[in-house]
């Protein structure tokens, strides 16, 4: 089908854990009927499974995820440490893929990155958003737990709330079975404000660079040249700093979910940059033709430090820092960043190249594998 555009948008990671996408109406309740899993969807981890046949009797987690989305990723940790505890009295977790951004609506992607964050449950892929409807949906990460009756008991959009999930599992694990106990040594970590900018610090807020969600969502941008959908535009220097967005220079093609970089540059000269503030900085990245292609990246006009070097940063022999593009993904780009602002540059040099989004973390939210 055609990609739901207006489905998607971002709140401010400062102060909320995860995107949400505008529509009328509310997600489904505790006390309703949980819907199946129906339609050709490509299954992974697993043959596909129904709540009314392999699932039935189960105490299930329906978790809405998106391997770029980093309010995903750092909800991991937590979902693998409950599902390795509780599977193997009744539990499971069916992760729903619904795509962000048009290269993670193919299957094969999907899989690549199922396997490259370790996710051991079963993971169906809804790139038709007919699962993320019949739950009306509305987030990354977005969760709905389900009782042994087929009943939604709990509901949460976002990060956090984990100790409530585990323990809410383990109520309905034993209304299922009143005789189930459970390790006295399986403690339940405390929930933290990880959100809380007094504690944790600030951050920037999550900016798309793409035409739809970068103009209508979050990203305005700085050049005199602005958005000119479906265009290639040779844009100058930014003459203006905007308060949340980004800037450009050089031959880039306005896609509307990415800025595509149009042409062949010898020496790094062609960026997408902007300014920041956090202690880490992750970008949603793909490749448009070819198998790899190399991003020089700079902070505050110089190469990335070593001890700001996300695991993505690699550094040559001449000291330039650069991340190899190879697949669509989020890449890890700064961590360990003090609190002041600072400025980001990526610069392509091949054709193909294309930036979707910037998004980031504070000092609180690093607990988490960087796959």
């Not at 505790?30 to 697993?46: I, Q, V, Y």
């Not at 962000?100 to 690549?112: G, L, R």
């Not at 070819?290 to 550094?315: C, E, F, L, Q």
Request: hydrophobic residues 35%; glycine residues 10%; positive net charge.
């Amino acid at each position: 089908m055609t990609k739901p555009n207006l489905l998607l948008s971002a709140l401010a990671a400062a102060a909320l854990s995860f995107a949400v996408t505008p529509r009328a109406g509310a997600e489904l309740t505790p006390g309703t009927p949980a819907p199946d899993f129906t339609g050709n969807h490509a299954w992974f981890n697993s043959r596909p499974l129904s709540l009314k046949n392999e699932l039935k009797g189960k105490v299930v987690l329906v978790d809405f995820w998106e391997y770029t989305c980093i309010n995903c990723i750092r909800t991991l940790p937590a979902l693998k440490r409950i599902y390795s505890r509780y599977k193997p009295y009744g539990f499971e977790i069916i992760g729903v893929h619904a795509p962000e951004f048009d290269f993670a609506y193919k299957p094969e992607n999907v899989s690549i990155g199922t396997r490259r964050q370790r996710i051991p449950w079963p993971v169906v892929v809804d790139s038709d958003f007919s699962i993320w409807r019949a739950y009306d949906s509305n987030s990354w990460p977005n969760k709905f737990l389900i009782d042994s009756r087929g009943i939604i008991s709990r509901y949460h959009a976002g990060e956090g709330a984990y100790a409530e999930l585990e323990r809410q599992v383990r109520e309905e694990l034993k209304k299922a079975n009143p005789k189930v106990t459970f390790p006295s040594t399986w403690v339940i970590p405390p929930d933290s404000s990880d959100f809380d900018p007094s504690r944790c610090g600030g951050m920037s807020e999550e900016t798309y660079v793409g035409t739809s969600r970068g103009s209508r969502w979050g990203g305005e941008i700085g050049n005199r040249e602005g958005f000119q959908p479906g265009k290639a535009v040779l844009y100058a220097s930014a003459p203006r700093q905007v308060k949340r967005g980004f800037f450009a220079h050089g031959l880039w093609k306005n896609n509307p979910d990415d800025f595509e970089h149009g042409r062949h540059t010898p020496a790094p000269k062609d960026y997408v940059g902007m300014r920041y503030h956090g202690h880490e900085v992750y970008v949603v990245m793909n490749l448009k033709s070819g198998t790899t292609s190399r991003v020089y990246v700079t902070r505050d006009g110089k190469p990335v430090p070593s001890a700001r070097r996300g695991v993505d940063v690699k550094a040559d022999a001449g000291g330039r820092t650069y991340i190899d593009v190879r697949e669509g993904r989020m890449y890890y780009a700064i961590q360990g960043e003090d609190a002041g602002q600072h400025e980001l540059r990526l610069y392509a040099t091949d054709p193909g190249v294309a930036i979707n989004s910037f998004t980031f973390g504070n000092r609180c939210l690093t607990k988490f594998d960087r796959l």
